[in-house]
């Protein structure tokens, strides 16, 4: 799986790729699924226009049960910054059953020298998101979600998951400085280079600050070893508006201590979408 991601977006090998993905399998990316190898060709096709060819720096991956994370940071040709780009995979072990990517479309239009208009233009139209009549921020009947309850009480590391997730769900700020290593690594969606815990600080408080009735939500958790990675919702209104923002997170986690930190999320397809969200200060290349 991992060759056959590196291949298709550094080398153009759809193919291999097409091969390895179930007939009904389909591919999330800004907010829009694509069915078939066509709608994926031309998704690759965009990216190989944006970016020409790219080399792949480092690479990590994640393994549990029918989950598999990759998590690769591009630098194109010209050296002009680099790209994270994560894949979480549903598989049945053989075949590929669906996969949803997130590119930070920011990094992209940094490391391509390209206009953010250029980039957001070039996106597709999201799909519609579908609010239920039923709203969980004003009817809840359960407790919210946590690691613990998707991963097991017993799970190691799970302790620190939980602490982590009440920095989002509670706004506990006060467990950055005890969870994270002081020298740790933080990766934050938009940013040229890694970040020290006071820009997480930062990040999580203009989120806090910008929405109302904030809502987190865990969707899936995939663990090996001392590496984790979680894919999650922050839902909120901005006024009048709801917004839902996907993100996944992939943390390092030794001796009891957060040692590096990467959140991915599309920006440029969010704020395609909510056009007058203030949720991301317009970012400048």
Request: proline content about 2%; aromatic content about 10%.
């Amino acid at each position: 799986m991992l060759d056959s991601i590196i291949n298709a977006f550094t080398q153009g090998d759809l193919a291999d790729l097409n091969a390895k993905m179930l007939h009904s399998a389909y591919w999330e990316q800004h907010n829009a699924k694509f069915y078939g190898s066509e709608k994926l060709n031309l998704l690759l096709g965009n990216w190989f226009t944006l970016t020409g060819k790219c080399t792949v720096l480092s690479h990590q991956t994640i393994k549990q049960n029918n989950h598999y994370v990759i998590y690769l940071t591009f630098e194109p040709t010209n050296q002009h910054g680099t790209i994270n780009y994560v894949f979480w995979l549903e598989t049945n072990q053989l075949m590929v059953k669906s996969v949803l990517a997130i590119v930070d479309t920011v990094q992209l239009a940094v490391a391509s020298v390209k206009e953010l208009k250029q980039i957001s233009d070039s996106l597709p139209t999201a799909d519609f998101l579908m609010i239920s009549d039923y709203d969980q921020q004003d009817h809840l009947q359960n407790n919210i979600a946590w690691p613990s309850n998707l991963i097991g009480e017993q799970t190691h590391n799970v302790e620190i998951l939980d602490q982590w997730w009440a920095i989002w769900s509670q706004k506990q700020l006060a467990n950055i400085n005890t969870l994270y290593n002081d020298d740790a690594v933080i990766n934050l969606p938009g940013d040229k280079h890694p970040q020290k815990r006071d820009q997480l600080f930062e990040f999580v408080l203009s989120k806090i600050n910008t929405l109302t009735r904030i809502f987190t939500q865990l969707e899936d958790i995939a663990i090996e070893g001392q590496d984790v990675a979680i894919k999650w919702f922050l839902d909120g209104d901005e006024g009048e508006n709801k917004i839902r923002l996907p993100f996944i997170t992939l943390l390092k986690i030794k001796n009891n201590k957060i040692t590096v930190d990467t959140t991915v999320c599309d920006i440029l397809a969010f704020n395609k979408t909510f056009l007058a969200s203030q949720v991301f200060k317009q970012p400048s290349v």
